[in-house]
Antibody, heavy 126, light 109 residues
Framework: QLQLQESGPGLVKPSETLSLTCTVSGGSISSSSYYWGWIRQPPGKGLEWIGSIYYSGSTYYNPSLKSRVTISVDTSKNQFSLKLSSVTAADTAVYYC??????????????????WGQGTLVTVSS | SSELTQDPAVSVALGQTVRITCQGDSLRSYYASWYQQKPGQAPVLVIYGKNNRPSGIPDRFSGSSSGNTASLTITGAQAEDEADYYCNSRDSSGNLHVVFGGGTKLTVL
């Protein structure tokens, strides 16, 4: 059974860089069928997609965060990572990693995230 | 702001049917996927594509789409279905960017 687990500091100072790693177990991150994504959720608010990466290193990011986000992959460790620079209090959130899939039927296309890691709360504060 | 719009809150009587909707221009081109999130837990995928349920999701959950609106229907809502529900799809830019709706809190009365 595929499982994902986020890890990293729970407290980051303003203006610094947030760094998180997602470790994938029970399957290979090098699967040709999926991307791997990061999603965040500020306390009491909704979900926001941050970006996704393919095992080859191909990425795409939320345009609103693109200037501050870097997502990378380490296939030898079955991990992918998130870096978010110049953080402010507005970046305080639970950060989730998830497998990102998609497909097309005869009529339309779709994408989905499944499974998700348990999430890790990152607080930006001095 | 989200390109997918959901009603903030919906309620349903125990055992009745409820429809949760998600509106957005991109839904004319893409199907929505739906997630259930209970307090303190990670979201769980319940519907993807035209109307597909992952393994382990009860068949009382179903999805549909018409025009710019996607719907998640729970037929015979149970107390354990009380949760936040989010839709997700691509945005309307054509760049494959991902968007989530703002979420709907479902209360089972």
């Amino acid at each position: 059974q595929l499982q994902l687990q986020e890890s990293g500091p729970g407290l980051v100072k303003p203006s610094e860089t947030l760094s998180l790693t997602c470790t994938v177990s029970g399957g290979s991150i090098s699967s040709s069928s999926y991307y791997w994504g990061w999603i965040r959720q500020p306390p009491g608010k909704g979900l926001e997609w941050i970006g996704s990466i393919y095992y080859s290193g191909s990425t795409y990011y939320n345009p609103s965060l693109k200037s501050r986000v870097t997502i990378s992959v380490d296939t030898s460790k079955n991990q992918f990572s998130l870096k978010l620079s110049s953080v402010t209090a507005a970046d305080t959130a639970v950060y989730y990693c998830a497998r990102h899939g998609g497909d097309c039927s005869s009529t339309s296309c779709y994408n989905w995230f499944d499974p998700w890691g348990q999430g890790t709360l990152v607080t930006v504060s001095s | 702001s989200s390109e997918l719009t959901q009603d903030p809150a919906v309620s349903v009587a125990l055992g009745q049917t409820v429809r949760i909707t998600c509106q957005g221009d991109s839904l004319r081109s893409y199907y929505a996927s739906w997630y259930q999130q209970k307090p303190g837990q990670a979201p769980v995928l319940v519907i993807y594509g035209k109307n597909n349920r992952p393994s382990g999701i009860p068949d009382r959950f179903s999805g549909s789409s018409s025009g710019n609106t996607a719907s998640l229907t729970i037929t015979g809502a149970q107390a354990e279905d009380e949760a936040d529900y989010y839709c997700n799809s691509r945005d309307s830019s054509g760049n494959l960017h991902v968007v989530f709706g703002g979420g709907t809190k479902l209360t089972v009365l």
